[in-house]
């Protein structure tokens, strides 16, 4: 009788911290895709690859999340198909900024404003700072998938950093150089961030 109290007890405690998990994991999967729309649409706007690239990275992020999610109480067969398939879709969205990004670097392009760039990625820093708390407070932050949540979500914070200085460099330098710079580098993160995706798939 005892062990099967024990058991009861034991399933439900597992079953609130998949469902806490579950809160914490929307709530960032939320903040990263907003950030995501926000970031790409300004930096179309704006002219700036530096926030095209990060936005593309909020979207790598919110497909971890994902299967994050799906990882928490998920079949493995789901997991690893919607893995393969962000992964694969991360990898196409960055060749098309590469692309982007030489023929911004050989023509004659405008200057990206770097007044939206420099707002839009203090708020996406504050964003990121936001979505480390949260994962922090997780009780199940030891767990691999987790674990890789978070790497991503700091490596977000320095990108961030990075289209800050690159808005402050277009300003002084008066050339786009700093931001087609700066969004080859994350277009670069967005694709090591796929292959690690690609990793989880199999």
Known sequence: MEKKISTEQTDQTEFKENENQKKLLWSVLAINFAFFIIEMTTGIISKSMGLVADSLDMLADSFVYGISLFAVGGTVIKKKRIAKLAGYFQIILAI????????????????????????????????NGICLYILQKSKSKEEAHMKASMIFTS????????????????HYLSSNKPDLIIGT???AL???GAFRILKLSK
Not at 97 to 118: A, C, H, Q, W, Y
């Open 96 to 127: 098309i900024g590469f692309v982007e990004v030489l023929r911004r670097f050989f023509g004659n392009e405008k200057l990206p404003d770097f007044s939206t760039m420099i707002i839009v990625s203090i708020f996406a820093l504050i964003a």
């Open 155 to 170: 490596n977000d914070v320095i990108i961030n950093l990075g289209v800050i200085i690159a808005g402050i460099l277009v």
């Open 190 to 192: 967005v694709i090591q």
């Open 185 to 187: 580098i994350v277009f």
